[in-house]
């Protein structure tokens, strides 16, 4: 089976090419601390890139996996929306992973807290352990961040850049944060791959978590 994996519910962009024989690779965009993410010109692109070097065209796509959240607001309608469009004009079947069960993926030997910054000083957090969901995804204040991530046990690691921001919520706590600039700390499309291909699966639609700023703005009910 061949797998084309996205993620851009966070500032980068991540796309990772999975071909039936096995070969993997990942391609990512970074952007820099303050600066707006490029998922727009170069998520399909370096999809284009990846497909070059497997020797595949977009035809001989099986399956294309992306990223549902939760995460940033646009990056995740720009991800889904290149989703769709991918599998509709190739055939590919199309499958969400949750973002943050990817996030967790590479860590298998103990439990894992995934925590993405959410902005506006909250934070996504889910735990997982071998593949087990421990605490399902949610949004919540730093304070609360510590007493969730023991969901999996005092072995628990703290991954993510919500990890690396809230720290200190998790150190007196007494949970460890992997080191600044471990690869635990991104997401990874290579995961995504990865876990579409075992078939932890689910809609390809955005998990939000709560409203976009605008529908604040507007005064909308909460989700």
Request: charged letters at 30%.
């Given at each position: 089976m061949n797998v084309l994996g996205l993620d851009t519910a966070t500032p980068s962009t991540a796309v990772a090419l999975a071909r039936a024989d096995g070969w993997l690779r990942e391609a990512r965009d970074e952007v820099a601390a303050g600066e707006r993410p490029a998922h727009t010109g170069r998520l399909l692109a370096l999809a284009a890139e990846l497909l070059e070097q497997a020797g595949l065209a977009w035809a001989q796509l099986d399956r294309v996996a992306v990223g549902v959240g939760p995460g940033g607001y646009t990056g995740l309608r720009i991800g889904l929306a290149s989703a769709h469009g991918i599998a509709l004009g190739t055939g590919a079947e199309l499958v969400g992973v949750g973002t943050l069960r990817a996030l967790a993926e590479p860590l298998r030997a103990r439990s894992a807290a995934a925590v993405?910054?959410?902005?506006?000083?909250?934070?996504?957090?889910?735990?997982?352990?071998?593949?087990?969901?421990?605490?399902?995804?949610?949004?919540?204040?730093?304070?609360?961040?510590?007493?969730?991530?023991?969901?999996?046990?005092?072995d628990t690691l703290a991954i993510g850049d919500?990890?690396?921001?809230?720290?200190?919520?998790?150190?007196c706590a007494g949970i460890a944060v992997a080191p600044a600039g471990s690869p635990l700390h991104a997401v990874g499309a290579a995961a995504i791959c990865r876990l579409a291909i075992s078939g932890h699966t689910v809609a390809a639609a955005p998990d939000y978590r709560r409203l976009a700023d605008a529908e604040i703005a507007l005064g909308a009910p909460p989700r």
């Open positions: 993405l910054d959410a902005r506006r000083g909250e934070a996504f957090i889910a735990v997982y352990r071998d593949g087990e969901e421990l605490l399902a995804p949610r949004v919540c204040r730093p304070a609360e961040l510590a007493g969730l991530a023991l969901a999996g046990g005092p919500g990890a690396l921001r809230f720290r200190d919520a998790f150190e």
